[in-house]
């Protein structure tokens, strides 16, 4: 079946460390995604990358960083440089680099101790 | 800067009273709109993309339908398993931009 993948489901981190969370799709798309979504809010841009060994910050990726060294895989670390990490994360693809429809995976629940 | 804005942000309906949801956009110039699906905890799933005025898309009980200021997902006879978010998104015609979304309509279907 293909699809998106992310793991864990979720993860708790403490004050100060790196996390890592970890996104894979078999859809052979060429862009690939992160969103932070909050409580009550939308989803807001960390990063996205449109080809291999390329991404482009978005609204938000101060405290964030990600690496692109293949294309099903778009892994996003969360810095202790973030203030407030705690929130669900969502990887997504698109076929044609940005354009169209995007395609979301299950989510990661971060949670700071 | 593009912007997209949904109402209400919750909505209460019985099973079967029809209604509709409504995504405002101000984008410069728009290459596609797209609705999705999202059940708590869980990712958004696609529903939906409209790409000029008039266009209409149906699935099921879902029907989306697109002027040039505005988007309305219509709900008919809606049932207590059409609860979720709904959320919508633009696409600028304007350099290579990802999607911008709105913050969702909740609904919830009481049977």
């Known amino acids: 079946d293909g699809g998106i993948t992310q793991s864990p489901k979720y993860l708790f981190r403490k004050e100060g460390q790196n996390v890592t969370l970890s996104c894979e799709q078999n859809l052979n798309h060429d862009a690939m995604y992160w969103y932070r979504q909050d409580p009550g809010q939308g989803l807001r841009l960390i990063y996205y990358s449109q080809i291999v060994n390329d991404f482009q910050k978005g609204d938000i990726a101060e405290g964030y960083s990600v690496s692109r060294e293949k294309k099903e895989s778009f892994p996003l670390t969360v810095t202790s440089a973030q203030k407030n990490p705690t929130a669900f994360y969502l990887c997504a693809s698109s076929l044609a680099g940005v354009l169209g429809e995007q395609f979301f995976g299950p989510g990661t629940r971060l949670t700071v101790l | ?111």
């Open chain 2, 1 to 111: 800067e593009d912007q997209v804005t949904q109402s209400p942000e919750a909505l209460r309906l019985q099973e079967g009273e029809s209604s509709s949801l409504n995504c405002s956009y101000t984008v410069s110039g728009l290459r596609g709109l797209f609705w999705y699906r999202q059940d708590p905890g869980k990712g958004p799933e696609f529903l939906f993309t409209l790409y000029s005025a008039g266009e209409e898309k149906e699935k099921e009980r879902l029907k989306a339908t697109l002027t040039k200021k505005e988007s309305f997902l219509h709900i008919t006879a809606p049932k207590p398993e059409d609860s979720a978010t709904y959320l919508c998104a633009v696409q600028a015609t304007s350099g290579n931009t990802p999607l911008v979304f709105g913050k969702g309509t909740r609904l919830s279907v009481i049977a």
